[in-house]
């Protein structure tokens, strides 16, 4: 979110353009079933939480989050067009081993390496912290939950983002829990045995208070939910951290 602030072009290259070539080569070879991520940024100012998939997402604050929002509408308008079976995920805050490009990831590796780490609105923010191998078992367990049009005497139920008129389907994956950024340093420091220096910043222009994720669709969908414990999940990330690099 932050880089597309500084490189807003970089992310309709990738997301839209990126995706559009993405969806035709799934149309070509007439794919069984699509996934393709999407972000809980696309909920952006709004106040209903915990964020269902199917409140309206139509107040986002970031180019990244408009993006993000135009691949949504492009994967129902292929889905209707092309019978392609999609599924859109919405990540919330993934955090955990090998997500470097993350900017909580930069939390961690400024303590880590004893550099100050800066807390945007004086780390009075909340997040939905989805750790990485959780985020990842929902996304193998939706690969089985194709979008399928319902009987003639089936309704849609209520809480279900399927779409009328398209194989196509938005789902939540978070830990349905969110989380002070500060408890979430306080993780680790606990996990590192170190003291982070903290410097304290001015809310983010596009940032937002809090994400909270509802996942009752994941989980009627696969019979799964995110359940990780933030200090569990970010102890298995020091680890790895110090392994990886070494520290």
Known sequence: MRYSLEQPKAYLEA??????????????????HLLMASTSS???????????????????????????????AMGHAYAHLWGVPTTMFRFFTVYGPWTPRHGYIQVRRCDLDGRPID??????????????????????????????????????EPSDSLSHVALFRVVNIGNSDKARLLDFVSAIEAATGLKAERNMMPMQKGDVVATWANADLLFRLTGYHPRTDVRKGVAKFVDWYRNYYDK
């Open 15 to 32: 997301n839209v353009d990126g995706t559009f070539h993405a969806m035709e080569a799934a149309r070509r070879h007439a794919v069984d």
């Open 42 to 72: 696309v909920y952006g100012g709004s106040e209903e939480m915990p964020f269902a998939e199917t409140a309206k997402a139509d107040m986002r604050l970031t180019i990244y989050a408009a993006t993000k929002k135009a691949i949504e």
């Open 119 to 156: 807390l945007y609105n004086g780390g009075d923010l909340y997040r939905d912290f989805t750790y990485v191998g959780d985020s990842v078992e929902g996304i193998r367990l939706l690969i089985d939950a194709v979008p399928v049009r319902p009987g003639s005497a089936e309704k849609i």
